[in-house]
Nanobody, 117 residues
Framework: QAELVESGGGFVQPGGSLRLSCAFS????????VSWHRQAPGKKRERVAR???????DYLDSLKGRFTISRDSAKETVYLQMNDLKPEDTATYYC???????????WGQGTQVTVSS
């Protein structure tokens, strides 16, 4: 079954950038859509961005232009490039993989992003 491992989180000042990575293993990468989600303390988890197996993307409206999701099929990794970070971007970020025609979600363990001066 699919396994996901996130990395790249950390502490950054407002206006800074981070690139998160989601390493995929255990199944055929090309069969999965992968999305990034985040959850701040006391808030609901929300989907930040998604990339389909064929490469099309969609984003949370409020983040368009600052975040970019991409996938590298050779490395079986999905990235989330986050620019112009704001304190409200502080959250634990998770990646999730969903196989085509399936409703079973596969989640990583999360990586913490903290934006603060």
């Amino acid at each position: 079954q699919a396994e996901l491992v996130e990395s790249g989180g950390g502490f950054v000042q407002p206006g800074g950038s981070l690139r998160l990575s989601c390493a995929f293993s255990g199944s055929r990468f090309s069969n999965y859509a992968v999305s990034w989600h985040r959850q701040a303390p006391g808030k609901k988890r929300e989907r930040v961005a998604r990339i389909q197996s064929w490469g099309s993307t969609d984003y949370l409206d409020s983040l368009k232009g600052r975040f970019t999701i991409s996938r590298d099929s050779a490395k079986e990794t999905v990235y989330l490039q986050m620019n112009d970070l704001k304190p409200e971007d502080t959250a634990t970020y998770y990646c999730m993989a969903l196989r085509r025609f399936s409703s079973r979600e596969h989640w990583g363990q999360g990586t913490q992003v903290t934006v603060s001066s």
